[in-house]
């Protein structure tokens, strides 16, 4: 199965900053990446998919980059709803995989 | 208004069997696949498998496979999931989603399974 690694796995922040977070994958898979949002108590929303499309909805603050086994995750100008935890994902293999989580933290 | 709308919560004993609904609501859920993803207590998320509602094809983690059903109702208004041989390490919150056979854009608000005797 393919590896998915978050780091940081938790990071402090505050309102304005822009922050990102990294997610490598133990082998290449193309730009088969999407990354979601997690508030506490809800169910994931999908960000952005294929490593850098965003979703539709999504505000232009988020970001995403990267190929083949290292990619980025970019929030820019942070509110006090982007504080969540954020998973990426691999869906170029079966099984499907999920990074550990990044919790962004006030 | 477009959403996924996932049946109750339900608590099981071990070695029993559960199944949970995801009907579409605002979209033809013929439209797209449907993947299954469990997240236990304070933990990540782990997917399970898809479903395609519109030909019934259907493909699993294999850690999962032989367990878990996938199908959908005859209308396919709704995707089925159903897990046998319940454990307590199933308990977790169970998620549907809709999306291609890979990416996923909106989920269901999730139903918590407890499995415990």
């Known amino acids: 199965d393919i590896q998915m690694t978050q780091s940081p796995s938790s990071m402090s922040a505050s309102l304005g900053d822009t922050v990102t977070i990294t997610c490598r994958a133990t082998q290449g898979i193309r730009e088969y990446l999407a990354w979601f949002q997690q508030r506490p108590g809800k169910a994931p929303k999908s960000l952005i998919y294929?490593?850098?499309r965003l979703q539709s909805g999504v505000p232009s603050k988020f970001s995403g980059s990267g190929s083949g086994t290292d990619f980025t995750l970019t929030i820019s100008s942070l509110q006090t709803e982007d504080f969540a935890t954020y998973y990426c994902?691999?869906?170029?293999?079966?099984?499907?995989?999920f990074g550990g989580g990044t919790k962004v933290e006030i | 208004q477009v959403q996924l709308v996932q049946s109750g919560a339900e608590v099981k004993k071990p070695g029993a069997s559960v199944k949970v609904s995801c009907r579409a609501s605002g979209f033809q859920l013929t439209a797209y696949y449907v993947h299954w993803v469990r997240q236990a207590p304070g933990q990540g998320l782990q997917w399970m498998g898809w479903i395609n509602p519109t030909n019934g094809d259907t493909k699993f983690a294999q850690n999962f496979q032989g367990r878990v059903t996938l199908t959908r109702d005859t209308s396919i208004t709704t995707a089925l999931f159903e897990l046998n041989s319940l454990r307590s390490d199933d308990t977790a919150i169970y998620y549907c989603?809709?999306?291609?056979?890979?990416?996923?854009?909106?989920w269901g608000q999730g139903t918590l399974v407890t499995v415990s005797a």
């Open positions: 994902q691999q869906y170029k293999d079966y099984p499907y995989t």
């Open positions: 294929a490593a850098s």
């Open positions: 989603a809709r999306g291609g056979s890979g990416q996923t854009d909106l």
